[in-house]
């Protein structure tokens, strides 16, 4: 699944258009590199959001094939730190 909708659809990001525009600025990082939203993730990637008063770090634990509801989005990856 491509990054914009994993943030999208796990709601680390509410809308895909603002995913890609974070992306874009630089300030989503996954495993430690700067991603475009077009990267494609696997399970055990690490993504770190960059907000404008707080670095979020998260663990890819699940990459869905479609969209999930609001109470499995939480499950699909796990909070570091």
Request: aromatic share 4%.
């Given at each position: ?5 994993f943030?999208?659809v ?61 109470n ?5 990856y796990?909070?570091?730190?």
């Amino acid at each position: 699944m491509r990054l914009d909708k994993f943030l999208k659809v796990s709601r680390l990001i509410k809308r895909r258009t603002v995913a890609n525009t974070v992306s874009d600025m630089g300030r989503v990082l996954v495993n430690g590199n700067p991603a475009k939203p077009s990267k494609q993730l696997c399970v055990g990637d690490i993504i770190e959001i960059e907000y404008a008063t707080k670095t979020e770090k998260v663990e890819v634990l699940i990459v869905p094939t479609g969209n999930v509801s609001i109470n499995e989005a939480s499950t699909l990856y796990k909070s570091i730190e």
